[in-house]
Nanobody, 121 residues
């Protein structure tokens, strides 16, 4: 079982950048499909970006963040990152780190506690 702790959120002006980190413990993140999700007030939690298990892993992005956000993984540090550039107010949300894996025919999801990102002038 993997434990996830996000950090790096905060208040940033439109057009600015932030880098989120997700430190994992209890297991090796390269074994998991890793992803970043976000949830704005009153809205559902949506996938922002993901990276498959293995090395180097294949990435996938929501259309709304393509070209602005980059997901990456440092296996040596067992940490997942989300580099966010050109932020706008629609990126304001709580961002969650997710690890998923299949075991014995069932899919298991693990979540961090979330980190708030607020884009405002």
């Amino acid at each position: 079982q993997v434990q996830l702790v996000e950090s790096g959120g905060g208040l940033v002006q439109p057009g600015g950048s932030l880098r989120l980190s997700c430190a994992a413990s209890g297991s090796i993140i390269s074994l998991y499909r890793m992803g970043w999700y976000r949830q704005a007030p009153g809205k559902q939690r949506d996938l922002v970006a993901s990276i498959t298990s293995g090395d180097p892993g294949f990435t996938n992005y929501a259309d709304s963040v393509k070209g602005r956000f980059t997901i990456s993984r440092d296996n040596a540090k067992n940490t997942l990152y989300l580099q966010m550039n050109s932020l706008n107010s629609e990126d304001t949300a709580v961002y969650y780190c997710n690890a998923g894996a299949r075991s014995l025919g069932s899919w298991y999801d693990y979540w961090g506690q979330g980190t708030q990102v607020t884009v405002s002038s």
